[in-house]
Each structure stands twice: as C-alpha cells, then as structure tokens.
C-alpha cells in the first residue's frame, strides 16, 4: 500500500458516496488523473493499479510522459491545458482526448494535423461559465454555433463540454455554474441531435457538487497525487 494508492482509493469512495447520494450509478463517472508535475513513475504507479485516464496541462510535458508510457497500451491520454496554434501537432499526434477547445481555429488544425492512423480525437468545448475575463472558454452564448462547427470537422469527435469554474465562488454559485454547463449542453443535444455524452467539470475540491449536476468526468490531481510545488 503505497500514499498514492490510498488517495486514490479514498477519491474513488468520494465518487461512489457522491453519485449513490444523488442516484446515479458511480461507473457513469470517469475518475481522470490529473498528473501534472509530477513524474512519469507516479503515472505507471497509478496505471498499475488499474488507473487509465490521465490528464496533463502542458504540451511538453504531455509529449515527454506519453513517450516514457509508450509501453502502456490502453493508457488514455486527456489534454486539458491552454493550448496555441503553435503545438497543436503534438497533441494532435499524441493525446486522445482534448478538453480545452474554446476556438474553431484550433480545432481545426487538430482535426488536419491527427494521423490517418489514429482514430479521432475525442473533444470537449471548454465554456467560460464564470464569466471572468481572465479565463479561457468560448462565451456561453457563443457555445452552440462553435459546437456546431466543430462536430462537422473529420478527425475530431465532440463529445460534450468542459469547465473550469471560478474557484472563489461560494457553492451555490459553483453549483449554477455547472448547471449551466449541463443546461448548455442539453440544448444542443435537443436542438441539434448532437451525440453529446461528456460533461468534464469538478476537481478536487468541487467533485461532489459536480457530481450532482452531472458530471461524467472528474478531473482529480491534488487529491490523488498531493500539493503541487511546481508550476500549474
Ligand atoms: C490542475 C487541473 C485540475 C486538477 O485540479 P486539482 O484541484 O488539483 O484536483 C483539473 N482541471 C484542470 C483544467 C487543471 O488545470
């Protein structure tokens, strides 16, 4: 029994506890790893556990972990960082899932930019639902028209939307702020039959109140792997 595994274990039952408490089934919630910072080693411990879904915030260090885990076959790798034009190849090339897709721009080179060989990249919209200007996020308003446009790109795949919610909002504004996301996406799914199953929202500090207004993807990093020291 290594810290790792019991934080991991311990974040698993907060899943359960928190779906069971508002009668969902916990296996419609993916518990993503967010292992940012800290090393390869960590990723395979966790990954020898049985952990499959790992997120990362930097391109770099995204490109460096996925070459040390080449040997992982089923590990999935969530992109969910702020991303530039610029390295949108790398991640093209090598993640299978991006959450932070606020620009059709973007979208697009990573659609040209996937290998033919890959199967397509499982994307996420992220919405600005906190309306701070500093965020990244296309404005709710905004969401359905680049959700539209990004579900007719070839490579890519839309499967839902992602947030990052003011984290000094008190709960009940956090709580609107999800909801917001799921109403968002509700509509498209009604409007426009768009096959939408994701909803990425809830970290370690707000996993429970996310699960309660849907998420299906928690994005957990201090709470499994400890404080960060480093950047992000
Ligand atoms: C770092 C990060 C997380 C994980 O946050 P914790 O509070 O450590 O669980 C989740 N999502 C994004 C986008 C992040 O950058």
Same mark, same amino acid.
């Given at each position: 029994?290594?810290?790792?595994?019991?934080?991991?274990?311990?974040?698993?039952?907060?899943?359960?506890?928190?779906?069971?408490?508002?009668?969902?089934?916990?296996?419609?919630?993916?518990?993503?790893?967010?292992?940012?910072?800290?090393?390869?080693?960590?990723?395979?411990?966790?990954?020898?556990?049985?952990?499959?879904?790992?997120?990362?915030?930097?391109?770099?260090?995204?490109?460096?972990?996925?070459?040390?885990?080449?040997?992982?076959?089923?590990?999935?790798?969530?992109?969910?960082?702020?991303?530039?034009?610029?390295?949108?190849?790398?991640?093209?090339?090598?993640?299978?899932?991006?959450?932070?897709?606020?620009?059709?721009?973007?979208?697009?080179?990573?659609?040209?930019?996937?290998?033919?060989?890959?199967?397509?990249?499982?994307?996420?919209?992220?919405?600005?639902?906190?309306?701070?200007?500093?965020?990244?996020?296309?404005?709710?308003?905004?969401?359905?028209?680049?959700? /539209? +446009?990004?579900?007719? =790109? $070839?490579?890519?795949? %839309?499967?839902?939307? &992602?947030?990052?919610?003011?984290?000094? @909002?008190?709960?009940?504004?956090?709580?609107?702020?999800?909801?917001?996301?799921?109403?968002?996406?509700?509509?498209? /799914? +009604?409007?426009?039959? =768009? $096959?939408?199953?994701? %909803?990425?929202?809830? &970290?370690?500090?707000?996993?429970?109140? @996310?699960?309660?207004?849907?998420?299906?993807?928690?994005?957990?990093?201090?709470?499994?792997?400890?404080?960060?020291?480093?950047?992000?």
């Amino acid at each position: 029994m290594t810290t790792i595994f019991t934080a991991w274990q311990g974040v698993q039952s907060r899943i359960g506890i928190a779906a069971t408490a508002c009668a969902r089934q916990p296996d419609a919630i993916t518990l993503l790893a967010v292992s940012k910072t800290f090393p390869a080693s960590a990723v395979r411990e966790l990954y020898e556990f049985g952990q499959r879904h790992f997120g990362e915030n930097y391109v770099q260090e995204l490109q460096e972990k996925a070459a040390a885990l080449s040997d992982c076959p089923d590990l999935v790798w969530h992109f969910i960082g702020p991303l530039q034009s610029n390295k949108t190849r790398i991640v093209a090339e090598t993640a299978d899932w991006v959450h932070s897709v606020d620009r059709l721009k973007i979208a697009e080179r990573l659609s040209q930019q996937r290998p033919e060989h890959l199967a397509p990249l499982q994307v996420c919209l992220q919405v600005n639902v906190s309306g701070e200007q500093s965020k990244s996020g296309v404005r709710p308003a905004e969401a359905p028209a680049l959700a /539209r +446009a990004i579900s007719r =790109l $070839p490579n890519l795949q %839309l499967r839902g939307m &992602m947030c990052i919610p003011d984290p000094d @909002a008190g709960q009940e504004a956090l709580s609107q702020q999800f909801a917001l996301l799921r109403q968002l996406q509700e509509q498209l /799914r +009604a409007t426009d039959a =768009l $096959p939408l199953d994701t %909803l990425s929202m809830g &970290m370690s500090g707000d996993l429970e109140l @996310a699960i309660r207004e849907g998420s299906t993807m928690v994005r957990i990093g201090t709470a499994i792997f400890g404080a960060r020291t480093a950047k992000g």
